[in-house]
Each structure stands twice: as C-alpha cells, then as structure tokens.
C-alpha cells in the first residue's frame, strides 16, 4: 500500500509538471544593441531605458498571457563593428525580432536584416534606411519628413513674398540626406528659396555666419543637427538681437529645427535663446497635460525612473521602439501564427487600416504596410513658450509623399 | 652546440647561412606546424558561433594591418599616425570596384584575391605617396606629416557623394569552388583566408628581414647616416617602408570590407589609427611576433572592458556613466604601463619565456 501511494505521488508529480512546462507559456526572444553609453547617449541612455521599462510592463501585467518578451539590451558605444557583433549574437540566441539604434549601423546592417529576414525597428529615422531595404520598418516620420514639413509650415505661415531660407546642418550624411529632400521639394514646387546651406563645426560662436545670413536677407533657419549646436546658435542669436520674437518678424531670424535639435536638454542648454524657437517631433511630450503624457510618466514612475529620463522624448521614442514588436506579436497570436521572425514581418506589413497601432508615445497611429514601412506620418509642430515646449500645430509633408510617390 | 638538439641550451651560429634559417631547431619547426595545424583545425572540430567568428576574423585582419605598421614604424623607425587611412583606402578601393561597377560584378564576386591584391597595391602607391616627405622629413615632423594625410583621408571620405559621404557603402557575396558563400559560412570562410594571408604575409615578412632590402629599414631606423655611407638609400628606403607598409594595410582593407561586406567611413578614423599605434607597441615595436600579440592583447582587453562595464552598470547610477570613461581610461593606462614598464611589448616576454626554456634548468 505504501509502495502504491509513493508511485502514486510520483505520476502525480510528474503529470503536473509536465501539465506546468505545457502552460508555461512561451519566451520570444528579441534584441536591442544601441548606445547607452559613448557619443549620442544623451539620446540612447533614455530610449533604452523606454525599451526595457516597456517590455518589463508587458510581461509584469500579461499583455501576451503566460508568454513573455526576453529582450536582451546590450551597449554598443555608436560603433557598428560593436553592433554587428551583437546582432550576430542574437541570431545565434533565436531572436524573433531586433531592435537597431544609430544610421551608420543600421545602413551597415542593412543586407545582414534582408539575408535574415529579419524584421527590424531601428530609432534611426534615416530616410536611406528605406532604399533597397523590405525588412527595416522606420517607426515614426523621417528626418527628411520632419526637414520638409516644416519647410512646409514656413511657406504655409509666411507672409509677404518668397520665404528666405538657411538650413544649418550636422557635418555628415545624417545632416545632409534632409537637404537632398528639401531642394528636392523647391524643385518640385515648395515655394521658398534655400539661400545658403551651412555645415556647423565644432565652434562656439556663430556671430559670423549670423551676420551674413542677415545681409542675405534670411528670414528663417531650419536646423537638422543635434542641440548642442543649436543652443550655440541661438544664443548668440538672442546676443546679437536678431531673434524673431514672433513667427517671420521683418529684418530677424526665425529658428526651427528637426527632431533632434529640441526636446527638453535643448532649453536647458539655451535657456532663454530658445524662447519662440519652433521644433518638428512626432513623439507627444509630456509637457502637453493629457492622458498619453500621463501613461508614459505612469511607466516610467513604475519603474523608479528619475524626471529626466521620464520627460524626454527620447524615452517616449524607446517606449514606441518596443511596442511596436509588442504588437506584432499580439496580432500574430491574435491569428494563430507561430511567433517567429517571418510571421512577424507579416504582421508588420498588415498594421494598417482598422488594425492601425494607436501608441501613448506617438502624436499619430503606426500604420505600415508592403509599400509604406514609415510608422507615425504625423509630426507636430512645437513652439518654446515660458521655457516649455507647446504643441501648436500637427502636420504631415505632402512634398515628401510627392517625392516618394516618384 | 650539442648535436643533440634536445640538450642544447642555446643557439651558436657558426656560419651567417645558419642565422638565415627560419626556424632555429626542429623543435621550433615541429611546434609552429603543430601551432598551424591548431589554428586551422579548431572551427572544424569545435562549432562556433558567427559572434566568436566575427571577433577572431577582425583580430586577424588587425594583424595585417599592424603587421605593416611594426614595418615602418618598428622595423624602418618612421612614426605612422595615419595607419587607418590606409587601411580604408584598401577598403574603399573595394568599395569603388562596387560603386563603379556594381556589388555583383564578377570581379568583385569572383576575383576577390585578385581585388585584394590590388587594394594592397592601391594602398602602397599611396603609401609610398605619403611616404615622400620621408625625403626630407624626420620624428615629429613626419608624424605630422602622415597625420596630415589621415585629415585629408577623411575630408575626401566625407565629402565626396562617390563614397556615399562616409556612409556604409556595400559589398557583394564572394564565390567559392563550393559555390556562393552564404550568411552562415561567411565567417568561417574568411577565417580561412584571412589565416592563410596572414601565414603568408608572416613569412613574406620574415623573409624580407634576411634580404638587403629588409636590413636596410633595420639599418636607416638605427642610423641614417651611417646607412647612407654604407651604400643605403635612407630616402628611398624611407619610401619603400611606407609603401610596404600600405600594402599591408590595403590588404588588411579590402579584408575588412569583404569580412563586414561593407565600408563605413567609421572604421577607418583617427581615433583606429591610434589603436592600430598602441597595438605595435603593447605587442612590440620592432618584431614579427609583435604584430600578432598586440591585436590579440587590445581586442581582449576590449571585449573584457566591455564586459566588466556592462556588468558594473547593473550595480552603478546611470548617471555616472562609467562605460563611457572605461574603456579609453583602460586603453590609456595600458599603453602607459606598457611604456614605462615594458617598452619592448608582449614580445618581450614571449623571448624570456623562450630563453629560460632554452637555458632551464641552468640559469646562466
């Protein structure tokens, strides 16, 4: 009797755990490589932190059931050679889905993502990431988009003849990819003239360059750099007195700027230089009180983040990083489908429509399809108000659809 | 010496032919065949990920590079500060072939030892280029000199829409007797070709130390002058050193862009020249094994950093940034200690550990 109850036990034991491995639920593997630390981190530190704080949320509160995302984040300093290593390592590891940081490693990688499959999100909004390329989905507007919107916006707002414009630019193809797009848009009837293109430096005082595009008759800037520059500029701007202190003011400068020349370290690095500047961004920020800024403070208290990391769009950019694989996988197990990597880029090419994704982080739903692998197409159009960023206006450039449409 | 190799305690030329052997004893011999039996068996016997393949094919391709450097900077004595440049130059000639042509272009699918041996030659023509100033130039001067040319290298690179302004320009698959090279053979395969360029560079290097031609760098790096009266040409030998060189580093090139299948202006920046400097010098300035100590040294240096900061960033704040400071302060130190407590490199020990095996068990 004794004997029978211990094998008893035993089946027991063995059946519940088997019953246990057979509901465990399933861990889909997925991979980050960005930089977290080393040069442009001010951007990947807070974006890697949205990545994991999301996929911590999705599994602590089930959003896949009993599955869960394993999403490995390693640090690849801005190097691709770095990246290329850790990607190799992922696909070593069987991951579903990868996450890509900067342009250079993402254009460098980008045969290894066609080769593998390999469904990609990378936070480089380069346009060049689209050409030749069926595997990498770009999550919101490109920098050109955001470049020819608000060239757009400045036409549109204008008064008085042709617009006089500068463009002030990174030294290096990330700066100067927008500018091939933006005379493209002239050329394809944007009425405005693109007076002179400046390459910045590493300098630390731009009264020069200031000056002649004031006897040149400039009235606006457009600005695709990063916000060091920026805020260099537009102090001595506000020095020398030229700064408009309205939209277009005869015989001043207008300063706008494309999406990493804003955000919140950019008015701290300008202070009040950056008083009427206007800034194109397709990520809601949590300076507009609403219930998008709310849920992305939510998370990021959740997960003990402090104030800067949970105000910066760059965190809301992580967040959007990571949620569109999150819902890839939802709409795959909504299906049926096995979660792997070619089911995954079905799915993506499917969110459109009614199965459009509506995101806290973004302005405007993530739509994709076949022929459009850009998420958000919406960029909003922020203006410096009393040392806060305020949404103004939203826009989505009809030039660059033009251009594509060629 | 004894005749039996076996108690010998030291090598005791008689003649300058027997200080021409390659390998001193059989002993010598067997091990380095067995050491080449090793390398080249070990991806078949052990499965390796494409990750550990990745790194051991870059550490490989650092070894040409830094091959060529210990050429004109250890062997002929002519500081290089601007190694990198060339070693894009081999890439981007790659690259060009590419652009021009096309990224599936036999040429560059079939015939890529021939277009590796072409941006080795593309390399030297430069480096004999800016090895001109040689003529004249010495020490710092010169130093400033290849640095020059590593400003205008990535002005060039930059600027020009030809090179797609620095960003990745793409390289197409290369064929093999078995067929096209696929994504999951790509870097065994290259290990393979990257080994057997290596070996033969190697020797190629080893045999030039015996020629005229290769005592003559020894010769001008001790003393010019006194090189001239014996008959050297320090000026041309200056220039040869540098085209040498660059066609080690062109190689080294067209290997980096085939391995990445791809050519990013990134990789070929002042801040690798740098690196490429302190590899020759913590493996050894001025010796073959040098080359291959020092890539081996840095590159394992580098990945262990990477580690331990990754895992130090689990514990630390986020803000104090430490991966950031990590590794170039690792990098720096090392070079420091290296300088001040063992100039001649890694090598160095590899020659007392030699010596006290030869010498064991009697210390004089």
């Known amino acids: 009797m004794k004997k029978t109850t211990r094998v008893l036990t035993a089946a027991l034991i063995m059946f519940f755990a088997f019953a246990a491995t057979a509901t465990a639920g399933q861990v889909y593997k997925l991979g980050f490589s960005g930089a977290i630390t080393g040069p442009t981190s001010d951007a990947g530190n807070p974006l890697s932190k949205g990545i994991e704080d999301w996929f911590k949320y999705v599994n602590d509160n089930k959003l896949l059931g009993d599955d869960k995302i394993e999403c490995t984040i390693r640090d690849d300093q801005y190097k691709t050679d770095v990246t290329k290593r850790n990607f190799e390592e992922y696909l070593d590891d069987g991951i579903v889905f990868y996450l890509n940081y900067s342009t250079g490693s993402t254009l460098g990688l980008k045969m290894d993502f066609e080769e593998e499959q390999m469904p990609t999100v990378p936070s480089s909004y380069h346009e060049g990431n689209l050409v030749d390329s069926t595997y990498i989905f770009i999550p919101v507007a490109t920098y ?146 609403n219930e998008k800024s709310q849920k992305q403070l939510k998370l990021a208290k959740t997960y003990g983040r402090d104030d800067k990391a949970a105000n910066s769009h760059n965190y809301a950019a992580g967040i959007l990083q990571a949620q569109i694989p999150t819902q890839a996988i939802i709409m795959a197990k909504a299906a049926g489908l096995e979660v792997n990597p070619a089911n995954l880029y079905k799915m993506l090419n499917q969110m459109n429509g009614a199965k459009v994704f509506n995101s806290f982080a973004a302005v405007g739903p993530v739509s994709y399809s076949a022929n459009d692998h850009v998420g958000v197409d919406v960029v909003n159009i922020y203006k410096v108000d009393k040392g806060v960023f305020k949404a103004i206006s939203s826009i989505e450039s009809e030039y660059m659809k033009k251009l594509r449409a060629k | ?99 021009t042509l096309g990224t599936a272009h036999v040429l560059v699918t079939h015939f890529w030892p021939l277009v590796i041996i072409l941006a080795g030659l593309v390399g030297a023509g430069f480096g004999a280029l800016v090895g001109l100033p040689a003529f004249r130039l010495k020490h710092l001067y010169l130093a400033i000199a290849t640095l020059s040319f590593q400003m205008i290298f990535q002005w060039v690179i930059n600027f020009m829409t030809f090179f797609n302004q620095g960003q990745t320009i793409s390289i197409g698959r290369v064929f093999w007797f078995t067929g096209k090279v696929g994504r999951r053979d790509h870097y065994f395969f290259w290990y393979y070709v990257i080994l057997v360029v290596v070996v033969l560079m190697g020797f190629g290097i080893r045999n030039l130390l015996k020629t005229k031609y290769g005592r003559a760098l020894v010769a001008v790096r001790d003393n010019d002058r006194a090189a001239d009266a014996m008959g050297m040409h320090p000026g041309l030998t200056k220039v040869y050193a540098f085209a040498l060189a660059g066609f080690f580093a062109g190689v080294a090139g067209a290997l980096h862009a085939y391995v990445y299948r791809g050519v990013g202006f990134e990789s070929f920046t002042l801040h690798e020249s740098i690196g490429y400097l302190a590899m020759a010098i913590v493996g050894g300035l001025g010796t073959l094994n040098g080359s291959f100590w020092g890539p081996v040294a840095i590159k394992f240096l580098d990945l262990q950093v990477e580690q331990l900061s990754e895992s130090a960033a689990q514990y630390l704040p986020a803000g104090m940034n430490l991966a950031t400071a990590l590794k170039p302060f690792t990098f720096g130190l090392v070079i420091v200690l290296f300088l001040m407590f063992e100039p001649r490199g890694i090598a160095n020990w590899w020659r007392i550990v030699k010596s006290y095996t030869k010498l064991w068990p009697f210390r004089y």
């Open chain 2, 1 to 99: 010496m004894s005749q039996n190799q076996w108690l010998a305690t030291g090598n005791f030329f008689t003649s300058y032919k027997e200080e021409q052997h390659t390998f001193f004893t059989h002993l010598d011999r067997t091990i380095f065949t067995l050491f080449l039996v090793l390398l080249f068996a070990w991806p078949l016997v052990f499965e390796v990920g494409n990750k550990y393949m990745f790194v051991v094919n870059n550490v490989l391709i650092a070894i040409v590079a830094v091959m060529g450097l210990n050429l004109v900077t250890g062997f002929a004595g002519l500081i290089s500060i601007g190694h990198a440049a060339f070693v894009g130059i081999g890439a981007y000639t790659v690259a060009s072939f590419c652009r």
């Open chain 1, 144 to 289: 050109s988009e955001n470049m020819v919107a608000l060239a757009e916006y400045v036409v549109k707002n204008h008064k008085g003849g042709k617009p006089k414009v500068a463009l002030f630019i990174h030294p290096s193809a990330f700066g100067r990819g927008p500018v091939e797009d933006t005379k493209k848009a002239v050329a394809a009837g944007l009425n405005m003239d693109i007076v002179e293109v400046v390459e910045h430096g590493k300098d630390l005082d731009n009264s020069a360059m200031l000056k002649r595009l004031m006897s040149k008759g400039v009235q606006y800037v457009i600005c695709h750099t990063v916000q060091s520059p920026v805020a260099t500029m537009i102090k001595d701007a506000m020095r020398l007195n030229v700064t408009a202190k309205s939209f277009g003011e005869p015989g001043k400068l207008t300063f706008l700027g494309a999406h990493y020349t804003g955000g919140a370290d950019l008015i701290a690095l300008a202070g009040d230089a950056a008083e009427n500047y206007y800034w194109t961004c397709s990520y809601n920020l949590t300076t507009e009180d």
